[in-house]
């Protein structure tokens, strides 16, 4: 392997770049608390939620626990902050706070 800089441009083309790389046996984000990096978090509000999953439908990380169709809260073991949920609530049930 060759170990030397590259100096990439926007003319460089993609064969002369170093090759990637795969991973074997890499793990699995539900192994790891990848929430602990989270710098902002989502505060549910039970009594403004209308149940109606859109922000469990776009949450990236699947950090909305639902059960019966309804929420029952956050993984923020899971949760990174990205805010993604607070946007699609419509009826200010969800706030987007500083972690402390």
Aim: some cysteine; aromatic content about 8%; overall charge negative.
């Amino acid at each position: 392997m060759n170990n030397r800089k590259m100096n990439i441009t926007p003319n460089t083309t993609w064969k002369e770049t170093t090759p990637g790389g795969v991973i074997l046996d890499a793990g699995n984000a539900e192994d790891f608390k990848t929430g602990d990096w989270r710098a902002m978090r989502p505060v549910w509000h039970e009594d403004k939620c209308k149940h109606c999953l859109l922000c469990w439908v776009v949450c990236p990380d699947n950090s909305i626990l639902v059960e019966d169709g309804k929420i029952k809260g956050f993984d923020y073991d899971h949760c990174k902050g990205c805010g993604v949920c607070t946007k699609q609530c419509k009826f200010g049930a969800l706030d987007f706070v500083p972690e402390e």
